[in-house]
């Protein structure tokens, strides 16, 4: 992940086929509910909008984005509504053009920031393939809410291998959010891609081990799916844990999605 410029690429092509599936909706289709509780397509795509700027504002103005992170930091249950309830006011053509507008202007300023930058977050520091990765990882899971509103079917693709990595280096973070002591023991995850590949992260030898789908790692770690409908797998009482709390997002824990039968 050294090489912001593969990831930026991708974080592009991203937005551009979610783009494609929200840019010719109707009035009515942005106000359709998606799977995430008072949530329409418009908020998904204004929550886009608004983190791209936030994005942008901690690229080009540490001092400024301290001052949004003291607001976030004093309302760590809201903010995040609070923003896109705001954006889902708009007129749908203007916040497409905000989202859009925003998305390309956070790729200049990520694409332009010297080698080694290092950017200020709700999290820890970011550094320009960070940023990217986790904008990548959120463009596509609130995609997958968009998707899920509209009853259509995304081909998954290795921009997977974004998500996947973001959500294995989220761990302990998953564990440290919840007040819980993250494991100390190395958890091996072994992950098969869409094209067949098999994409492992962590030591060989370790004794616990996290296997399954890429997809369905994805869609744990975002929480946009209960593990109980997912094929993925633990073995080893850390890695058992660490998939009941997995998530791939900084900010408060978050209820992750009921399991189907219970929807």
Do not use: N
């Amino acid at each position: 992940m050294s090489d912001p410029t593969v990831v930026l690429d991708d974080l592009r092509t991203e937005s551009d086929e979610l783009d494609r599936l929200v840019g010719e909706l109707s009035a009515d289709d942005w106000a359709r509910p998606t799977p995430a509780p008072r949530w329409s397509i418009a908020h998904q795509i204004a929550h886009l909008a608004w983190t791209d700027a936030a994005a942008l504002l901690a690229v080009t103005d540490a001092e400024a984005f301290a001052v949004e992170t003291e607001k976030a930091f004093a309302a760590p249950y809201s903010f995040v509504d609070e923003g896109a309830e705001k954006g889902a006011a708009q007129p749908p053509a203007e916040l497409l053009a905000r989202w859009r507008e925003g998305r390309d202007q956070l790729q200049k300023a990520l694409r332009a920031a010297p080698a080694g930058s290092r950017f200020p977050w709700y999290g820890p520091p970011m550094s320009v393939a960070s940023t990217a990765t986790g904008r990548l990882m959120e463009t596509w899971a609130h995609g997958q809410d968009i998707a899920d509103a509209l009853g259509a079917v995304r081909e998954p693709t290795d921009r997977l291998r974004h998500v996947a990595y973001i959500g294995v280096r989220a761990r302990d973070y998953a564990f440290g959010v919840r007040s819980l002591t993250p494991p100390t023991a190395p958890i091996l995850v072994e992950l098969t891609s869409p094209g067949g590949q098999l994409w492992t992260y962590g030591p060989a030898d370790a004794e616990q081990k996290v296997s399954g789908p890429a997809l369905d790692f994805c869609l744990l770690v975002t929480q946009r799916a209960h593990r109980a409908d997912l094929a993925v797998r633990a073995e080893g009482e850390d890695a058992d844990r660490w998939l009941d709390i997995a998530q791939a997002f900084a900010g408060p824990a978050g209820p992750g999605r009921a399991p189907k039968e219970a929807r």
